[in-house]
């Protein structure tokens, strides 16, 4: 059974960037389905970007220009790349993986979570 692991949260002022990682351990995850979601504070979970296996990505619209999914197979590791950070990026980030389908956003196509790392975007 695959573990995952984030890390690579902080708190940063707007305009900055973080670069998360998702390690993977139990299973490799050079070719898996995977994706980011984040959760702020009082709201539900939400997808913010995800990847296929063939290196395709798909993001939520509030994202899309600012972050970057990519992979790297020797480490087992899935990053999620954040620049030009807005307040309203603030959450727990998560990284999963998916059950079968891929690039979707959907919470409950993914059935192996990590813990989470915490983003803080102060204005």
């Known amino acids: 059974q695959v573990q995952l692991m984030e890390s690579g949260g902080g708190s940063v002022e707007t305009g900055g960037s973080l670069r998360l990682s998702c390690t993977a351990s139990g299973s490799s995850i050079s070719r898996s389905c995977m994706a980011w979601f984040r959760q702020a504070p009082g709201k539900e979970l939400e997808g913010v970007g995800a990847?296929?296996?063939?290196?395709?990505?798909t993001f939520e619209d509030s994202v899309r220009g600012r972050f970057s999914i990519s992979r790297d197979s020797a480490k087992n590791t899935l990053y999620l790349e954040m620049t030009s950070l807005r307040p309203e990026d603030t959450g727990r980030y998560y990284c999963?993986?998916?059950?079968?389908?891929?690039?979707?956003?959907?919470?409950?196509?993914?059935?192996?979570w990590g813990q989470g790392t915490q983003v803080t975007i102060s204005s």
């Open positions: 999963a993986l998916a059950r079968d389908l891929c690039l979707s956003l959907r919470v409950d196509y993914y059935n192996i």
């Open positions: 990847i296929n296996q063939y290196g395709s990505t």
